[in-house]
């Protein structure tokens, strides 16, 4: 097989096995996740404003003191023998400049056979990318509103192929400590490729979310909700596994509704115990339970649950992912606080 068609294999296979939306883009990888936190919150969250250091990966506007000296390393064995992850440290340089941010993505497609026009083996190649960010975030004087941005430097790796590109988020985040509700808005992955694979431009995977969250008064829980990829309204597609037959031949095919369309934006969770030592996580994630699901078969596709503990300085972090009958993935990450704090 020639190395250009195993290039268009794994470039095709990469982008649907992580449910994105139509292989369409480039980078796919910037929207994984890998925080078990938001793994196990249904796949998104933006609307964490606490120590939680990972989450500037996906809201650069609630970046805060309270991670100043945190580092967070998160790791996914994911589906195929793929494995991806982040880290993400942030320093507080003062109280009156703030606190910067930094953070690595990064995926690696494991090892290829190489193989000839002819189908004789040749040398094994490998397949990788990775994005370095620096975030930075600021409060609107006299107002609970913030804005944020990260910006990206990106790599990837495909055989012999190369490319290099940039991209930027730009995010904004409201606040009400009263209530306890927060609110985040997040255009990510604004940008271009420097240099492309082999002369053909892509575009980034631009996304669009939407989230808001509340701590429940008098009792221990955060709620989540999460609209996600805000930006392209038809998601949904019409699934010939579920089209109705008539007697006279004729096919109807299965229709997806308005309230179909909403549901596939959407990504609930909610976590127990948000501020004690031990937490306990539950999501649920619409679009990944409707196209992962099986007719007539019960497989909770889009269920996701996780915890969190906190040991001393140390928090260990987990998720599950229920993806299909065929396979689930484990998220761990370990956060450190090396600051001279005694708690958070």
Same mark, same amino acid.
């Given at each position: 097989?020639?190395?250009k068609?195993l290039l268009?294999?794994?470039?095709?296979?990469?982008?649907?096995?992580?449910?994105?939306?139509?292989?369409?883009?480039?980078?796919?990888?910037?929207?994984?996740?890998?925080?078990?936190?938001?793994a196990?919150?249904?796949?998104?969250?933006i609307?964490?404003?606490?120590?939680?250091?990972?989450?500037?990966?996906f809201?650069?506007?609630?970046i805060?003191?309270?991670?100043?000296?945190?580092?967070?390393?998160n790791?996914v064995s994911?589906?195929?023998?793929?494995s991806?992850?982040?880290a993400?440290?942030?320093?507080?340089?003062? @109280?009156?400049?703030? =606190?910067?941010?930094? %953070? #690595? /993505?990064?995926? !690696?497609? *494991?090892? &290829?056979?190489g193989?000839d026009?002819?189908?004789?083996?040749?040398?094994?190649?490998?397949?990788?990318?990775?994005?370095?960010s620096?975030g930075?975030?600021?409060?609107?004087?006299?107002t609970?509103?913030?804005v944020?941005?990260?910006?990206?430097?990106?790599?990837?790796?495909?055989e012999?192929?190369?490319?290099?590109g940039?991209?930027?988020?730009?995010?904004?985040?409201?606040?009400?400590e009263?209530?306890?509700?927060?609110?985040?808005?997040?255009?990510?992955?604004?940008?271009?490729?420097?240099?492309?694979?082999a002369?053909?431009?892509?575009?980034?995977?631009?996304?669009?979310?939407?989230?808001i969250s509340q701590?429940?008064?008098?009792?221990p829980?955060?709620?989540?909700?999460?609209?996600?990829?805000?930006?392209?309204?038809n998601?949904?597609?019409?699934?010939?596994? @579920?089209?109705e037959? =008539?007697?006279d031949? %004729? #096919? /109807?095919?299965? !229709?997806? *509704?308005f &309230?179909?369309?909403?549901?596939r934006?959407t990504?609930i969770?909610?976590?127990?115990?948000?501020?004690?030592?031990?937490?306990?996580?539950?999501?649920?994630?619409?679009?990944?339970?409707?196209?992962?699901?099986?007719?007539d078969?019960?497989?909770?596709?889009?269920?996701?649950?996780?915890?969190?503990?906190k040991?001393?300085r140390?928090?260990?972090?987990?998720a599950?992912v229920?993806y299909?009958?065929?396979?689930?993935?484990?998220?761990?990450?370990?956060?450190?606080?090396?600051?001279?704090?005694?708690?958070?």
């Amino acid at each position: 097989m020639p190395k250009k068609t195993l290039l268009h294999i794994l470039l095709f296979t990469t982008t649907c096995c992580f449910a994105q939306i139509g292989g369409r883009y480039t980078y796919q990888f910037l929207n994984l996740v890998s925080s078990p936190r938001q793994a196990a919150l249904g796949g998104k969250v933006i609307t964490n404003y606490d120590y939680d250091v990972s989450q500037p990966l996906f809201n650069p506007a609630t970046i805060n003191n309270e991670m100043d000296n945190q580092l967070a390393l998160n790791y996914v064995s994911y589906l195929g023998g793929i494995s991806y992850g982040s880290a993400a440290y942030a320093y507080e340089w003062d @109280r009156r400049i703030g =606190t910067f941010h930094a %953070g #690595v /993505t990064y995926i !690696d497609y *494991g090892t &290829f056979e190489g193989r000839d026009a002819n189908g004789q083996l040749t040398e094994d190649f490998t397949g990788n990318e990775v994005a370095l960010s620096f975030g930075y975030a600021k409060n609107i004087p006299q107002t609970d509103f913030y804005v944020g941005t990260n910006v990206k430097l990106i790599s990837s790796k495909l055989e012999q192929y190369n490319s290099l590109g940039g991209a930027v988020d730009v995010a904004g985040f409201y606040r009400n400590e009263r209530l306890g509700m927060n609110v985040g808005l997040v255009v990510r992955n604004i940008g271009t490729q420097f240099s492309t694979y082999a002369g053909l431009r892509e575009d980034l995977p631009l996304s669009v979310d939407l989230g808001i969250s509340q701590e429940v008064p008098n009792v221990p829980v955060r709620w989540h909700v999460t609209l996600e990829n805000l930006h392209d309204w038809n998601i949904a597609f019409s699934n010939p596994n @579920r089209n109705e037959f =008539t007697l006279d031949g %004729g #096919v /109807t095919e299965e !229709d997806v *509704g308005f &309230f179909q369309e909403v549901l596939r934006h959407t990504v609930i969770g909610a976590e127990l115990f948000p501020t004690k030592p031990f937490n306990i996580r539950l999501g649920y994630n619409f679009r990944r339970a409707e196209e992962l699901r099986i007719v007539d078969q019960r497989t909770f596709s889009g269920i996701s649950a996780g915890f969190g503990l906190k040991m001393n300085r140390i928090r260990f972090n987990f998720a599950h992912v229920r993806y299909s009958l065929a396979g689930n993935t484990s998220v761990f990450g370990l956060m450190i606080d090396f600051s001279n704090r005694r708690g958070y």
